[in-house]
């Protein structure tokens, strides 16, 4: 994605102020709710921060405070559009407590890396590390009939880790799959996407001889609409992947509905330790005083520039 433009406009705010915001809108508010991080659950996290480390959308300590106390509430997270200059991430990282470890993919496309961040007091990570991506002699398998276009590879390879929580290993796959424009080719390419993605974890399952039986995929899916239908959700859900429904309807992107940002993951083990997940608009909490003295598109130019146009999504498992 482009950068997003600085707004013409200054305005000033106190972190300390808009994280005890951030934390009552996560205690109080009706349908806000994340879970406490405790033994025997795993929280895991997504959020696209968008163009985090493009020198066009720099990041103030102040912002990276507000972004650090988001990320803090997750025992595991993923994040998409970390660019390859880690400088902003190095930032978020110290601006994290020490505890916090992370594991990174390199430079693909849109000049992306894959990231996780994770608690060592509470999660472990495992031997598996690396990216997806599907051999050219396997290109002629991912074909779907609402399309004759042809697949030719991931545009940023989804990156899986293997982790362990309590009594549960976990391979969780970070993905940021194609957008590209809003036609039908570009559309087409998504679908592609997800359907070699939903194939490789049938496969590996099937095989038996995959690193965890546990594949949870999370991160920026460019899926318009969670229903039967839409063509990415049937391409992504086509070889057996599930995705639950959100414990509520908010929108993954500020400023629209579409619900971009999901998780999935094989029925199985993986399936009966699910418990619950959300979406958590941080935004209805942040910056209040912007949003009163110069209203909405103010307001989510400002957002979207000095912290995110994503909001994160969550999901919580048990790990007994």
Not at 168 to 194: I, M, P, W
Request: hydrophobic share 40%; with cysteine.
């Amino acid at each position: 994605m482009p950068p997003f433009p600085r707004p013409p406009f200054s305005f000033s705010y106190d972190p300390a102020v808009e994280i005890d915001r951030l934390r009552a809108w996560r205690d109080t508010e009706p349908g806000r709710a994340i879970p406490a991080r405790q033994d025997g659950k795993l929280l895991l996290g997504s959020w696209n921060i968008a163009n985090f480390g493009d020198a066009a959308q720099p990041r103030s300590d102040d912002d990276l405070r507000i972004m650090a106390e988001i990320l803090s509430w997750f025992d595991l997270i993923a994040i998409q559009e970390v660019k390859e200059d880690l400088s902003d991430f190095r930032r978020l990282q110290a601006a994290l407590s020490p505890g916090y470890g992370a594991v990174l993919s390199d430079q693909a496309g849109n000049d992306e890396r894959m990231v996780f961040l994770f608690d060592t007091t509470r999660v472990s990570r495992l031997e598996l590390a690396g990216e997806i991506a599907i051999p050219p002699a396997a290109h002629r398998y991912i074909k779907l009939p609402t399309t004759k276009q042809s697949f030719h590879g991931f545009d940023r390879n989804p990156y899986a880790v293997a982790f362990r929580a309590g009594q549960r290993e976990f391979t969780v796959v970070n993905a940021h799959l194609y957008f590209g424009k809003d036609n039908g080719h570009s559309r087409n390419r998504r679908a592609l996407e997800c359907y070699a993605l939903g194939r490789w974890a049938d496969l590996r399952q099937r095989r038996g001889r995959a690193y965890s039986e546990n594949v949870v995929v999370i991160g920026d899916l460019n899926m318009p609409a969670t229903e039967p239908g839409d063509p990415v959700f049937d391409a992504l859900t086509r070889r057996g992947l599930h995705i639950p429904e959100h414990q509520t309807r908010i929108g993954t992107v500020i400023g629209g509905d579409n619900q971009y940002d999901q998780l999935a993951f094989l029925p199985g083990d993986a399936g009966r330790a699910f418990i619950t997940d959300g979406v958590f608009d941080f935004d209805g909490a942040v910056f209040g005083d912007l949003w009163t003295a110069r209203g909405a598109q103010p307001f989510d130019a400002f957002v979207r520039f000095h912290i995110s146009d994503h909001r994160p999504i969550w999901a919580q498992f048990d790990t007994g």
